[in-house]
């Protein structure tokens, strides 16, 4: 069933994900415990703001790619 909340919520007690979900690049794998936010996530939630400033705005998109863009590279660091 779909969320009525235009927001992704983690609580303070969300356990996250299993490691051996998700193909973890081998410098990262001793640092880390659980996944709580996946990439695909920021990505799909990245497009539907640019999807949602687009109809509610009317700004131009190419306006709008540059932050956007920037955005996912910074969350992939």
């Given at each position: 069933?779909?969320?009525?909340s ?10 996250g994900?299993?490691l051996?979900?998700?193909c973890?690049?081998?410098h ?24 949602e ?25």
């Amino acid at each position: 069933m779909a969320s009525s909340s235009p927001c992704v919520v983690i609580s303070d007690d969300e356990q996250g994900y299993d490691l051996d979900l998700f193909c973890i690049p081998k410098h990262y794998a001793d640092d880390l415990d659980r996944v709580y936010i996946p990439h695909g996530l920021i990505l799909d939630r990245t497009e539907r703001l640019a999807k949602e400033v687009y109809t509610h705005t009317d700004i131009a998109p190419q306006i709008c790619k540059a932050p956007l863009l920037t955005s996912t590279r910074c969350a992939a660091l």
